[in-house]
């Protein structure tokens, strides 16, 4: 059984758990660093991103988000270190 989600449903499901704040981008903007930062500030666990229509995109988990990026900036970080020992050697 299919079963559509709608605003109504969500307010009556969670009631006041519902977070209707929501990071709203244009339609054609890439996924950028500023709209990771955007998510990192917001406060909530999950944080909506919408289109300007409110037409949800996605819903990212902030914690899984800081941690790739953690992942990536020390990668790049122990490379660069790395390759200046290599050089310097």
């Not at 339609?27 to 917001?42: G, I, N, R």
Request: glycine share 4%; proline share 3%.
């Amino acid at each position: 059984m299919k079963l559509f989600v709608t605003r109504c449903r969500l307010k009556e499901w969670l009631g006041p758990h519902l977070e209707e704040h929501a990071i709203k981008i244009e339609d054609d903007s890439p996924q950028t660093e500023f709209l990771a930062y955007q998510v990192l500030k917001e406060p909530g666990e999950f944080v909506a991103v919408v289109q300007k229509n409110g037409k949800l995109l996605a819903v990212v988990d902030r914690l899984q988000l800081a941690s790739q990026i953690a992942k990536i900036e020390l990668e790049r970080h122990i490379n660069q270190v790395l390759k200046q020992a290599s050089a310097g050697s």
